[in-house]
């Protein structure tokens, strides 16, 4: 069950990434990206799980490509 959440919200978050523009830019020809490359790219990205002050918090490594994309994502829209 809780694969199918977990699948559910990553492609939810690659359709909002899609929608949003904020998919780094392709050195290859193609200049469409499928869900399932974003997906990808974003279950490939680097990170831990860190407890703080009975806070748990995903850390992201900033140096990957698709790192910022998906923070923007997360933080929400800028009012």
Known sequence: MS??????????????MLRSGLVPRRKARSSR???RTVMRNLMYMAGRLVRHARRTVIRIFTGHGWA???LA???GPDL
Request: hydrophobic share 50%; proline share 4%; no cysteine.
């Open 3 to 16: 694969s199918i959440i977990a699948y559910n919200l990553l492609r939810l978050m690659g359709q909002n």
């Open 33 to 35: 990206l499928r869900l």
């Open 68 to 70: 910022r994309p998906a």
């Open 73 to 75: 994502l997360a933080r």
